[in-house]
């Protein structure tokens, strides 16, 4: 498999109350044709330290707390077979079907579709977390929500049955999740 991924990723920091965090991804993968073998992802990440602020700060009772959110548009070609853009044959025997030449006969293996894209994900969270009472209790808050889409399968409903085993592979599934 050849795969690559640049990244680049900065943090801010203000009063050790708001901090930011971006990263941005250049991907690509040979296991898509060469028109779609890249994928820009992009993520950014907010915390703000509500403890740190000044109408917290002398509250004895908080020792930390946090507000924060992110949201990512991310890429993901590992669960995805190689060469599925490409039409596949295989060689076989035909001794069987022709015993008189003894030739080789090639088959069809899979039909190939050139148009497959990564799949992804676009990913919201939010959250709040807490320390208190010198620390003897913590408390975390969160909600997510992700988004999968482009989800590489086979789409037997479109085609007739007579297609066998010769359907090609689409971005067809779409995944809601959030909790």
């Known amino acids: 498999t050849k795969e690559s991924n640049f990244t680049f990723r900065t943090n801010y920091a203000y009063d050790k109350r708001y901090l930011l965090e971006?990263?941005?991804?250049?991907?690509?993968?040979?296991?898509?044709?060469?028109?779609?073998?890249?994928?820009f992802?992009?993520?950014?990440?907010?915390?703000w330290v509500l403890s740190n602020?000044?109408?917290l700060k002398d509250v004895e009772a908080v020792n930390s707390l946090k507000?924060?959110?992110?949201?990512g548009h991310l890429g993901y070609a590992g669960n995805t077979t190689f060469f599925l853009y490409r039409t596949n044959w295989t060689k076989e025997s035909a001794t069987e079907f022709k015993p008189?030449?003894?030739?080789?006969?090639?088959?069809?293996a899979r039909w190939g579709n050139p148009d497959l894209k990564?799949?992804?994900?676009?990913?919201?969270?939010?959250?709040?977390e807490g320390r208190f009472l010198n620390n003897r209790l913590s408390t975390e808050i969160n909600y997510f929500?992700?988004?999968?889409?482009?989800?590489?399968?086979?789409?037997?409903?479109?085609?007739?049955?007579?297609?066998?085993?010769f359907i090609p592979?689409?971005?067809?599934?779409?995944v809601l999740n959030q909790g």
């Open 67 to 71: 507000l924060r959110a992110s949201y």
């Open 41 to 47: 992802a992009q993520s950014i990440g907010a915390v």
């Open 53 to 55: 602020e000044s109408f």
């Open 118 to 128: 990564w799949e992804y994900s676009n990913e919201f969270n939010v959250g709040i």
């Open 22 to 39: 971006v990263t941005l991804s250049a991907m690509g993968s040979n296991r898509f044709h060469k028109d779609n073998r890249h994928f």
């Open 145 to 165: 929500r992700e988004l999968r889409k482009n989800i590489i399968g086979i789409n037997e409903a479109k085609y007739a049955t007579i297609g066998g085993k």
């Open 100 to 108: 008189s030449t003894g030739s080789a006969t090639s088959n069809l």
């Open 169 to 174: 592979y689409e971005n067809i599934g779409e």
